[in-house]
């Protein structure tokens, strides 16, 4: 009895140690070096019962000597099973609809599905100085291949106007730590000079389907019986560069039971 007593302090004091020391992951191969960092709000959730959530994810992309990183070619975050997507009765928007658009175009287009934003940053390789990019992202939910996608809209005026379609397959898992997969293939950039450098996300939204509230993205806080709280690995980034290399880099947060 008193193991289970201690044991069970131990656990509920690193929950709320955790609750404060929140940090960016930090991943390394060779030069190149990923910072991957998210969360989810709010922390306080009900055992069992989904409650809707927003997920937060950001990756940093950099070299140690400064130099422009290789481009992404493929993306991919992976959230634990404890959270689920669900786009019953939500509206979709196709990545036709937004070939070509301003960040407010899109919107005009596809409002009504939107389900997050964000930014982005990138680098243009010159023989002189790099030049810096950034821009908008916009997240609508949609289809691809005529299954489920989250459809990301980039958007950027510097240095020239460009728009980047790029649709996230949405996957389950029936097994292991990890239930849905967002995924994805980076487009070109500039021609391939071009390297991704920062990307930011957050996701999550409530909308109304046969008259009940319904979170685009729901979690539960899976502690076990007993425990006011659990730490597990909330989410896995995954970056595939043009040069082979490849980084994973897991996220570990906390949750309490309400």
Known sequence: MRRRLLISALLTLAVLLGAGVARAELS???????????????????REKPASVTVSVEGAISTTDGTQPPPLRELEFALNRAGRISTAGLP??????????????????????????????????????????????????????????????????????????????????????FGTVLSARIPILAGGVGSITAIKLKLGREYSDEGQRVGYISASCAAPTGFTGAT???????????????????????????
């Open 28 to 46: 390394q191969v060779g030069d190149l070096r990923i910072s991957f960092d998210g969360g989810f709000t709010p922390r306080a959730l009900p």
């Open 92 to 177: 979709e928007c196709t990545s036709t609809l937004l070939q070509s658009t301003t960040s407010e175009a899109a919107m005009e287009r596809c409002g009504p599905a939107l389900v997050g934003h964000g930014s982005y940053s990138a680098r243009l390789a010159s023989s002189q100085t790099p030049v810096p990019v950034q821009g908008k992202i916009l997240a609508f939910n949609g289809t691809q291949g005529g299954k489920p996608a989250l459809i990301l809209h980039l958007y950027g005026k510097v240095p020239v106007r460009a728009t980047f379609v790029v649709p996230l397959k949405i996957s389950h898992r029936a097994k292991g730590r």
């Open 232 to 258: 597990f690995t909330f989410a896995r980034g995954s970056f595939h560069f043009a040069d082979g290399r490849v980084l994973h880099t897991p996220l570990v947060r906390n949750c309490r039971v309400r």
